[in-house]
Each structure stands twice: as C-alpha cells, then as structure tokens.
C-alpha cells in the first residue's frame, strides 16, 4: 500500500517509522509485535487447513528513500528516512513457510521498485495466492467514494463483522472466530446508491 494516502499521520510516521532515520526502531516493526497484531490470522488458517504449526517466524525488511518527497496530507519526508517496509509472518509447517502474511508499504512509489505492487500499479491491494495445482491468485482492491484504496480497504475488513450482527445476536454467548461466524451472503442487501 501507498501510505501517503492513510490520513494517519502519526501512526504512519510514529508506529511504522515512515520518514524516520533507519536507525528508529518503529513500535508495530518490534520483535513478535506483527505476530502479535497478524498471528491469529496464521494460527486460524492452519486451524482451518487442518495442519499444526511447527513455528510462527517473522521477516523484516526497510529501505530509505533516495530522495525527498512531499506527499498530499503528511507533508515532506526526507531522503535517508524510512520510505518502505516489508515484512512477513509466516507460518511454518514441516519446517518450510506454509501460510504467509506479506505486509508491503510504501509513502512513495520510488522506494524500493522492485518490491512485487499491486497489478494495476494501484495505490494498494491485497492479494491471495495459493501455490498449488491450480495456482490461484485473487486481488481485492477496494475503494471509497473518494477512491481511496486504504479507506476502501478499511471498509472491507468489517464487512464480515457487521454482516454478522444479526447472526451473533441469535448465538449463544461466547468467543468466535471467522471459523464459527457462517459466511453470510449479500442476498436482499443492494444499498442504495
């Protein structure tokens, strides 16, 4: 994702590092903070995919920006400053990555090109693959009335909760998981326009 159209200045300079020397040491890129926020998604699916897991193991890579940019809503950041990152959770299975979270962003599209983008060359995307035979490979990209991908993205994350409503009014009380909530189909439900 482009970060320089999250309107979450702090969050993307301060939790994530964007435009800050190399050397800081961002909150959400702390060891076992990623497993933390995205593991549940990596222990579910294995759950799902009836498979134990060995481990969970994060990747971290950063790149600075080669040059100044100047970005609509959070202003300048400078050169030398963090300008990318990229980082997987991963979840191993018979000691290979078997169920991945890649994260990739970037404040501008100059820093580090040769990262995979989305396949439009978007603003963002999130994609699904599964390497097997077939190979699939799904790309959501989700937009607000602005075409914002970031707010669209965000929208989409709590469609499935808000869609379950009616669903956990009418269930016994306790914790559930996207294994437990029915997926529930957009039948009847053509907003209006």
């Not at 159209?5 to 076992?32: C, F, K, N, W």
């Not at 018979?94 to 404040?107: A, M, Q």
């Amino acid at each position: 994702f482009d970060y320089s159209t999250y309107d979450q200045e702090d969050s993307v300079r301060h939790l994530i590092g964007m435009g800050h020397p190399m050397e800081y040491e961002p909150p959400m890129l702390a060891p076992s903070v990623p497993t933390m926020v995205w593991g549940g998604q990596i222990r579910l699916m294995a759950r799902a995919l009836g498979v134990q897991l060995d481990a969970i193991r994060e990747t971290l890579h950063r790149r600075a920006l080669d040059a100044t940019v100047r970005t609509r809503t959070m202003g300048e950041f400078a050169a030398g400053t963090q300008g990318a990152v990229r980082f997987e959770v991963q979840g191993i299975v018979g000691g290979e990555p078997r169920i991945v979270v890649e994260h990739i962003t970037r404040i501008h599209p100059s820093c580090a090109p040769d990262w995979p983008v989305p396949p439009d060359g978007g603003d963002g995307a999130h994609r699904v693959i599964v390497e097997g035979r077939p190979r699939i490979e799904v790309t959501v990209e989700a937009t607000d009335e602005d075409e914002n991908r970031s707010a669209g993205g965000n929208a989409t994350a709590v469609g499935r909760l808000v869609n379950a409503v009616d669903w956990l009014v009418d269930a016994d009380p306790g914790l559930y998981d996207a294994l437990d909530v029915p997926l529930r189909p957009a039948a009847g439900r053509l907003g209006r326009k």
